[in-house]
């Protein structure tokens, strides 16, 4: 297995600080307002609660929020029920809500590009390693609930 030495939240932070160098270097056209901050910050909340309410779940459960440590059990219920990724889902609404917020056009690249980047190195390979901890639970789970949203 490769060892990730670079964690889903650290990703998060070069994305936070990509947005703000993009922002402030190279932001294209402008779109802020109150309808943009308002919105941004919506979106913001929306991912930090995602991100408390899936880490409780996942306390709760007895199993480690690091991945591809430590898995004990499959959560599949509260936000895990609609989204099989909802921390990271949670990141990547905290950097469109930073995106936003903003207002630098070229900052909307950031989140498409963090999820791309979660999803080749996180999140296929944890399914697999899913699949073989829970081989007749997890590929039902993920037949009823969608991989991001």
């Not at 190279?26 to 979106?43: D, V």
């Not at 480690?64 to 609404?93: C, E, H, Q, W």
């Not at 905290?94 to 498409?112: M, R």
Request: hydrophobic fraction near 55%; charged fraction near 15%.
């Amino acid at each position: 297995m490769v060892k990730r030495v670079i964690y889903p939240p650290m990703w998060l932070v070069i994305g936070v600080i990509t947005i703000f160098a993009l922002n402030e270097f190279l932001s294209g056209p402008r779109f802020t307002g109150a309808y943009s901050w308002l919105a941004g910050g919506a979106l913001l909340v929306a991912g930090l609660a995602m991100l408390v309410i899936a880490g409780g779940l996942f306390q709760r459960a007895g199993t480690d929020m690091i991945p591809f440590r430590k898995v004990s059990a499959l959560v599949t219920t509260g936000v895990y029920a609609y989204s099989r990724n909802p921390m990271y889902l949670g990141m990547a609404l905290v950097l469109a809500g930073t995106a936003v917020t903003v207002g630098a056009s070229t900052a909307l690249l950031v989140p498409p590009a963090f999820m791309a980047i979660i999803e080749w190195r996180y999140i296929r390979p944890e399914e697999a390693m899913l699949r073989g901890l829970f081989p007749d639970d997890y590929p039902a789970y993920c037949a009823r609930v969608r991989r991001w949203l």
